[in-house]
């Protein structure tokens, strides 16, 4: 039955471990539609065949054509409407527990940093190593994107993962999944984003765990991993000026200990320093104000190249385990001083 529907209603294959929970929610309510649909017009039907000859106003109801008055039970407009009522409830609740499980990624997800530009798709691995167009995951293991954008707003579109998330540029968003079998999935991008939208496309290549294996071990070895890679960048940009990554004060608050710590705001409200916190900072630093801290900080937004902020937030998640008593001795280049980003790159 669910091959029947799938191929009635032309959807791709079920890919991922939640396509076809997404697919059974949608046939549910188109088939649940299609029946009221019917009911109301078999409802119609029967009014105007039986009431239809000549209408009179009665009290409580209508008059037939033979004089009998015809009445509506009480009880019946109580249930259709209770049913209308509850099974829009069942609805909206089946789809919010849908929605939260979709943006919940499990605990262990495999992280890959994702960065959409005009007109493609750049990955970033944990070990530091990157692809272009084709993203490379195992079968069978959860994969938590982290995606952000270096120009206009992007959509990050599976479908035959049933998943799909707008990619915006200075802020960072997230999307997970599972491939259910191996093979290769095609991406595309679902927001119009310029003249050649239509040919930003990539692929996600879903390899068993034997194959994987081979894959990483046939690249080239990056000389450094993702986080000392985000060390040397920010040191490079200028980050470590301002910022300490052994808990002592400076002229931005410390990168010791931040990275998923509770950040009190100029505003009062609190947040929670994560990835998307990280890269808004970057990108829109006088959006979220840290209290207790001029906002002094220059905008990254043009200046940082694809894949920088995702090593900058590996850096940073790395020195999130740091404290005061665990100091850190900064790269020879962070030296104090005002916070001067590097030139912007073309």
């Known amino acids: 039955m669910n091959e029947l529907l799938r191929q009635l209603l032309y959807l791709p294959p079920q ?3 939640v396509a076809r929970g997404v697919d059974h929610f949608h046939m549910v309510v188109i088939i649940t539609s299609v029946l009221g649909a019917v009911g109301v017009a078999a409802a119609v039907a029967l009014f105007l065949i039986r009431y239809g000859r000549r209408r009179e106003e009665g009290r409580g109801g209508m008059r037939a054509a033979g004089g009998r008055v015809a009445h509506v039970p009480f009880g019946l407009e109580i249930g259709v409407i209770g049913g209308l009522l509850a099974l829009f409830v069942t609805f909206g609740v089946i789809g919010f527990r849908q929605f939260v499980h979709l943006r919940t990624p499990p605990p262990g997800a495999m992280e890959i940093y994702v960065v959409g530009k005009q007109w493609m798709w750049s ?19 959860p994969i938590k994107l ?5 120009d206009v707003i992007h959509s990050f579109w599976v479908p035959a993962f049933r998943q799909k998330q707008d ?21 595309l991008c679902a927001e119009y ?7 930003m496309r990539g692929r996600v290549i879903a390899l068993d765990a034997e194959a994987y294996a081979r894959w990483s071990e046939g690249r080239a ?13 920010a040191a490079e940009v200028g980050c470590l000026r301002c910022h300490t990554v052994d808990g002592a004060p400076h002229i931005g608050p410390t990168f010791a200990g931040m990275f998923g710590s509770q950040v009190r705001l100029a505003t009062g409200q ?4 994560d990835a998307a916190y990280v890269t808004e900072s970057m990108m829109d630093p006088e959006v979220k104000i840290h209290a207790g801290f001029l906002p002094v900080m220059p905008s ?15 850096y940073l998640r790395k020195l999130g385990e740091v404290t005061a008593s665990q100091p850190v001795s900064p790269p020879a280049q962070g030296l104090p001083g005002v916070h001067a980003p590097a030139e912007e790159i073309p």
Not at 305 to 312: K, L, M, R, S
């Open 221 to 233: 070895a990056p000389e450094q991993d993702l986080a000392a890679q985000g060390e040397r960048r």
């Open 167 to 187: 990619v915006v540029p200075g802020r960072m968003t997230t999307l997970w999944f599972e491939v259910a079998e191996p093979g290769t999935y095609e991406v």
């Open 146 to 150: 982290l995606m952000t954008s270096r």
């Open 300 to 314: 990254y937004r043009g200046i940082l190249q694809a894949g920088d902020t995702a090593a900058i937030v590996a």
């Open 270 to 273: 609190r947040v929670v320093a």
């Open 193 to 199: 984003c310029g003249t050649q939208h239509s040919t």
């Open 123 to 141: 990955y970033a691995y944990p070990d530091g190593s990157a692809t272009n167009h084709d993203l490379y995951v195992p079968v069978g293991k």
């Open 15 to 17: 890919a991922s471990t």
